[in-house]
């Protein structure tokens, strides 16, 4: 895993949120608003789901989630190209090296309250990445899936609650 990035000291997203890339072979660091405004960031823990019959217990379900990584998409309303050098550099990086392309995802997140949260999304791969979606009646937008394999708090209340770990 590659350095840790210190939170921004402007919000690239909007007035609460920000979201900074870093390239782990390079350790090059974008913002997300280099690509273009972002219209939408989710995120979430993606489970196994496991369902066990016991014999001693007649047979009864035990269902079970147990967590597999988290998962999301960011959608942005392009204003440049620069997201297609993002897809130029997933594919040289695989074609070239033979290896898949891993960012640090650093996201920072100001609360109403005034505290600030902030989440490190290592290891992340971004897959079905498109140049854009056009149409008549919208500005052209662009979206991208996300998978990581943990979420790491790494600062604010959220940092408080004690972990099994």
């Known amino acids: ?16 949120f920000s979201i900074t890339f870093q390239h782990l072979r390079t350790g090059t660091t974008l913002t997300a608003s280099s690509f273009g405004q972002v219209a939408e960031f989710e995120s979430g823990l993606t489970t196994v789901r496991l369902h066990v019959r016991r014999i001693s217990e007649g047979g009864k379900p035990m269902p079970a989630a147990l967590p597999d990584g988290e998962r999301g998409h960011i959608q942005f309303i392009r204003y440049n190209g620069a997201f297609g050098g993002i897809i130029s550099l997933i594919e040289q990086d695989y074609y070239v090296s033979g290896f898949p392309t891993f960012w640090n995802m650093y996201v920072t997140v100001q609360n109403p309250d005034s505290t600030i949260d902030e989440y490190l999304f290592p290891s992340t791969v971004m897959h079905e990445p498109g140049l854009g979606n056009a149409r008549a009646d919208k500005e052209v937008d662009f979206r991208l899936e996300w998978e990581a394999p943990e979420m790491i708090v790494t600062d604010g209340l959220a940092a408080l609650i004690p972990s099994a770990a």
């Open 1 to 16: 895993m590659g350095m840790l990035l210190t939170a921004p000291s402007v919000y690239n997203v909007g007035p609460n």
